[in-house]
């Protein structure tokens, strides 16, 4: 057994909840949640059904320092508000503004946290019905209120607006 991937290594919730603490909140981090969720069965096969790709990469800020594959965690390359790119794009997204675990993991292959290019292949395959002409960035804020009273109703917004069926979250 690889005593580097021992349990203690696992227990991410325990970790972020730690985080949270020496990073100076008065309590651990609470994970945002909806009482009543506004998910719905699909209407229609998968196949005939158009699909958003909804990532928390961020978009690559020039003046913002290291944000390429192996950057350590980045607090200036966050984003606050939920943006839209075109789908047919082949955008820089990366990861360096979440907390991962850099040591057994890193952001080398962009599809591993956002798979545009795997929902344009569907797409031409005709697994899934249509890519939606754009792809939505949601903020990874530690602002339940604002998750819940901004950032969610504006990607919901943006997803009716381009008359998305099934929306794919790539949280990361």
Wanted: charged share 20%; glycine share 6%; with cysteine.
């Amino acid at each position: 057994m690889d005593t580097d991937l021992a349990p203690r290594d696992l227990n991410y919730m325990q970790r972020m909840r730690d985080y949270y603490l020496a990073l100076g909140y008065d309590n651990p981090y609470r994970w945002a949640n909806f009482t009543d969720v506004p998910f719905q069965p699909l209407s229609k096969p998968v196949a005939e059904s158009r699909v958003g790709l909804v990532t928390t990469a961020a978009p690559f800020k020039p003046d913002a320092g290291d944000q390429g594959p192996g950057a350590p965690y980045n607090a200036a390359a966050k984003f606050y508000q939920v943006y839209a790119g075109d789908s047919q794009d082949d955008d820089v997204l990366g990861i360096s503004h979440v907390s991962y675990d850099r040591a057994y993991t890193t952001a080398e292959d962009i599809n591993s946290y956002f798979p545009l290019q795997a929902l344009r292949a569907a797409n031409e395959s005709g697994r899934i019905g249509s890519l939606s002409a754009r792809y939505y960035g949601l903020p990874t804020n530690r602002s339940q209120p604002t998750t819940m009273n901004q950032d969610c109703p504006d990607l919901l917004a943006l997803l009716c607006e381009d008359e998305v069926d099934l929306a794919i979250l790539v949280a990361n």
